[in-house]
């Protein structure tokens, strides 16, 4: 056993770099493994940003609609004040009318009658 034949690796040796070269194979799949948990960090990390971001949109949003609508409740009573307002004018022209027909009517009266 002393010998060594060129191409020829003693069982023993055999074994051994059969050993290391496993080693090396799980060595590797640890960097692989490595890089999957960095890169799993990363995105979470980005997806926790957009998470936080998009939170941030949503509120001003629903910030948003509660101001529309408020704004179209003030809108809504502002119709109904201006609707209000144009059923007064309607009166009141329909009484100015009323008015106007009865003074021509004495008008006319007075003029008929004779004060001589």
């Given amino acids: 056993m002393g010998f060594l034949i060129y191409g020829y690796i003693p069982h023993c040796q055999e074994n051994r770099i059969y050993a290391i070269l496993s080693d090396i194979m799980e060595l590797e799949k640890i960097n692989l493994l490595e890089q999957k948990i960095s890169r799993l960090i990363e995105n979470f990390s980005s997806l926790r940003e957009e998470k936080s971001t998009l939170e941030q949109k949503i509120g001003q949003l629903e910030k948003d609609i509660q101001e529309e609508r408020e704004k179209g409740e003030l809108l809504k009573e502002k119709i109904q004040a201006a609707e209000a307002l144009e059923g007064e004018i309607r009166r009141l022209r329909e009484d100015r009318e009323t008015a106007r027909q ?13 004060f001589n």
């Fill in 102 to 114: 009865k003074l021509e009517g004495i008008l006319e009266k007075l003029e008929r009658t004779d």
